[in-house]
């Protein structure tokens, strides 16, 4: 079975730029969170989405934005980018059933670079 | 608030076990994790496992969770060098399961 993918693999962009980086959850999946990893540290939470519904929001500025499709693959959007924003962009999935203990399964991530 | 701390670096020599350690801040953790990060890859789950439990074992893996000291370790038996890599602890509550609280991340490295 395919796990979490996620695209692009890799972006440069510029200061000031929008971004738009999409994943697919594994199949069967309803969930779907992102996560900004910053170089060196570990996994930040930023948004969660369930049935097309935000069910959760890490601590991140307007400029984050998100959405689920009705086929529960999302886009992670982020605009006026800044040279901080440079990180590794990871979608997670998670099992409809198994309770809230389920665990999430990563993709590979984005890596994204702004210049 | 939560938190979640781990050493950064350990070395071990192959074949023998590694102890990662990680504590953690939130009296209200439920699920506690354990993630690998190779270089340049994503987050693999490991093993995982919940409060009202202190001790799981899957294959090289052993997991210890001291509730009352907020401490959690994994033990790696038999070091082999396809384990070197970034570790992460994370924990979360119930009703918040898709937030997790990740650690910065234990380096191990394994040597000959």
């Known amino acids: 079975d395919a796990g979490v993918t996620q695209s692009p693999t890799h972006l440069i962009k510029t200061r000031g730029q929008h971004v738009t980086l999409r994943c697919s959850p594994i199949?069967?999946?309803?969930?779907v969170s992102w996560y900004q990893q910053v170089l060196g540290q570990g996994p930040q939470f930023i948004f969660q989405y369930y049935e097309k519904e935000e069910r959760g929001r890490g601590n991140f500025p307007d400029r984050f934005s998100a959405r689920q499709f009705p086929n529960y693959s999302s886009e992670l959007n982020v605009n006026a980018l800044l040279l901080g924003d440079s990180a590794l962009y990871l979608c997670?999935?998670?099992?409809?059933?198994?309770?809230?203990?389920?665990?999430?399964?990563f993709g590979n991530g984005t890596r994204l670079t702004v210049t | 608030g939560e938190d979640v701390e781990q050493s950064l670096f350990l070395s071990v020599r192959e074949g023998d076990s590694s102890v990662i350690n990680c504590t953690y801040t939130?009296?209200?953790?439920?699920?506690l994790y354990w993630y690998k990060q190779e270089p340049g890859a994503g987050l693999q789950l490991l093993t995982y496992?919940?409060?009202?439990?202190d001790m799981k074992q899957d294959q090289r893996l052993t997991v210890l969770l001291n509730k009352k000291d907020k401490h959690l370790s994994l033990r790696i038996a038999d070091t082999q060098t396809g384990d070197s890599a970034i570790y992460f602890c994370a924990e979360t509550r119930a009703g918040t399961a898709s937030k997790l609280t990740f650690g910065t991340g234990t380096r191990l490295q394994v040597t000959l």
């Open positions: 496992i919940f409060s009202n439990m």
């Open positions: 939130d009296s209200s953790s439920t699920y």
């Open positions: 997670a999935s998670k099992p409809p059933t198994g309770g809230s203990g389920s665990p999430l399964h």
């Open positions: 199949s069967g999946h309803k969930s």
